[in-house]
Protein backbone atom coordinates (compact mmCIF):
# COMPACT_ATOMS: atom_id res chain seq x y z
CA UNK A 1 0.00 0.00 0.00
CA UNK A 2 1.22 3.46 -1.08
CA UNK A 3 1.24 6.16 1.73
CA UNK A 4 -1.35 8.15 -0.77
CA UNK A 5 -3.93 5.28 -0.46
CA UNK A 6 -3.52 5.31 3.57
CA UNK A 7 -4.98 9.14 3.47
CA UNK A 8 -7.98 8.41 1.61
CA UNK A 9 -9.81 8.07 4.18
CA UNK A 10 -8.31 10.45 6.55
CA UNK A 11 -8.78 12.89 4.23
CA UNK A 12 -12.37 12.10 3.86
CA UNK A 13 -13.25 12.05 7.09
CA UNK A 14 -11.09 14.82 8.66
CA UNK A 15 -9.68 16.98 5.74
CA UNK A 16 -8.78 20.22 7.55
CA UNK A 17 -7.38 17.91 10.61
CA UNK A 18 -5.54 15.22 8.61
CA UNK A 19 -1.71 15.53 9.88
CA UNK A 20 1.57 13.50 8.41
CA UNK A 21 4.17 12.24 11.12
CA UNK A 22 7.43 11.14 9.76
CA UNK A 23 8.29 7.89 11.47
CA UNK A 24 12.22 6.41 12.15
CA UNK A 25 14.18 9.78 12.14
CA UNK A 26 15.75 11.03 14.50
CA UNK A 27 13.75 14.25 15.28
CA UNK A 28 10.12 14.91 15.00
CA UNK A 29 8.70 15.85 11.54
CA UNK A 30 4.78 16.66 11.10
CA UNK A 31 3.13 18.19 8.43
CA UNK A 32 0.05 19.18 7.22
CA UNK A 33 -2.36 16.31 5.36
CA UNK A 34 -2.42 18.11 2.36
CA UNK A 35 -0.78 20.27 -0.51
CA UNK A 36 0.31 23.08 -1.14
CA UNK A 37 -2.42 24.59 -2.80
CA UNK A 38 -0.78 27.25 -4.75
CA UNK A 39 -4.09 27.51 -6.93
CA UNK A 40 -5.93 29.63 -3.57
CA UNK A 41 -2.79 31.08 -1.69
CA UNK A 42 -2.54 34.76 -1.45
CA UNK A 43 -6.48 34.60 -1.68
CA UNK A 44 -7.48 34.50 1.45
CA UNK A 45 -9.14 31.48 1.08
CA UNK A 46 -6.67 28.82 3.14
CA UNK A 47 -8.06 26.63 5.98
CA UNK A 48 -4.82 26.83 8.61
CA UNK A 49 -6.90 23.93 11.19
CA UNK A 50 -4.23 20.94 9.57
CA UNK A 51 -0.93 23.05 9.86
CA UNK A 52 -2.56 24.17 13.48
CA UNK A 53 -3.21 20.12 13.79
CA UNK A 54 0.25 19.42 12.84
CA UNK A 55 1.87 21.84 14.92
CA UNK A 56 0.44 20.70 17.98
CA UNK A 57 1.04 17.06 17.18
CA UNK A 58 5.18 17.61 16.96
CA UNK A 59 4.29 19.60 20.58
CA UNK A 60 3.06 16.25 22.05
CA UNK A 61 5.14 14.05 20.26
CA UNK A 62 8.29 16.56 21.93
CA UNK A 63 6.69 16.37 25.17
CA UNK A 64 6.87 12.60 25.32
CA UNK A 65 10.09 11.97 23.90
CA UNK A 66 11.17 14.18 26.82
CA UNK A 67 9.26 11.99 29.57
CA UNK A 68 10.58 8.52 28.08
Do not use: W
Not at 2 to 18: E, R
Not at 23 to 42: K, Q
Not at 46 to 59: D, G, H, M, R, Y
Amino acid sequence: MYHDQGLIPLKLTGFNQAVNITLGLPFVRTSPGHGTAYDIAGKNKANPESLIQAIKIALQCTRNQRKA
